[in-house]
């Protein structure tokens, strides 16, 4: 059983570059999300989506775009990489409201992103 | 705002003793409020606690929720060196999506 699949684990950005982490979940959840933990800190997060199709800002979401348009499938672009941006990035998805949603969240393994 | 706040930021003990680490928060629409581990990689889940007062336990962790208080703890006995962790408090709220709110963590390390 895969659950969450991220990539890539490590990456590295110079300032203005792009790029795109790819989440894939084989548990057939509805709601994904994305979220970033900077050192010492907790999870913040940036877009979430309740479907194929519905995408939504979490806290943190300047700098980066989501798609989803697939329920499997939530990427998430950062279009001109700036250094505010090293952290680790994490995807998530979860049950939806009609499975009687607990709020338990499944992780993929993070992908860290440097940006110099 | 929703807020999650846990205390203490980090704690170091040795290992036997017994540890607890506080949570407490302050959200609209609550529905549960969630523990979690995270060691090297991806957060992993350890309790879901919905309801006041009914203490949640798995091996040497328990956990209890307040939610007239507001707040939960999480209690670690006999505490060994592969407790070492970061322990998140999430709060679940209800609204146009199920969302979790994180605190920071306790970065807990158990010493010989």
């Known amino acids: 059983n895969a659950g969450v699949t991220q990539t890539p684990k490590f990456r590295i950005l110079k300032i203005g570059q792009s790029m795109t982490l790819q989440c894939t979940q084989d548990?057939?959840?509805?709601?994904m999300y994305w979220y970033r933990q900077d050192p010492g800190m907790g999870l913040k997060l940036i877009y979430y989506?309740?479907?194929?199709?519905?995408?939504d800002k979490g806290e943190v979401p300047n700098g980066y775009n989501v798609s989803r348009s697939t329920t499997e499938d939530f990427p998430l672009r950062l279009e001109l990489a700036a250094p505010s941006q090293t952290s680790v990035y994490f995807c998530?998805?979860?049950?939806?409201?009609?499975?009687?949603?607990?709020?338990?969240?499944?992780f993929g393994e993070g992908s860290r992103l440097t940006v110099l | 705002e929703d807020k999650v706040v846990q205390s203490p930021l980090s704690l170091v003990v040795h290992e036997g003793d017994t540890v607890t680490l506080n949570c407490s928060y302050e959200?609209?629409?609550?529905?549960?409020l969630l523990w979690y581990k995270q060691e090297k990689k991806a957060p992993t889940f350890l309790f879901m606690l919905?309801?006041?007062?009914i203490e949640k336990k798995s091996g040497r962790l328990s956990s209890i929720l307040d939610k007239k208080e507001l707040f939960s703890i999480l209690n670690i006995t006999a505490t060994q060196t592969g407790d070492s962790a970061i322990y998140l408090c999430?709060?679940?709220?209800?609204?146009?999506?199920?969302?979790?709110?994180f605190g920071t963590g306790t970065r807990l390390q158990v010493t010989l």
């Open positions: 998530a998805s979860s049950y939806g409201a009609w499975r009687g949603n607990t709020g338990e969240l499944f």
């Open positions: 548990m057939n959840h509805n709601y």
């Open positions: 989506s309740v479907g194929a199709g519905i995408t």
């Open positions: 959200v609209t629409n609550f529905r549960s």
């Open positions: 919905t309801s006041s007062g």
């Open positions: 999430a709060v679940h709220f209800t609204g146009t999506a199920s969302k979790l709110t």
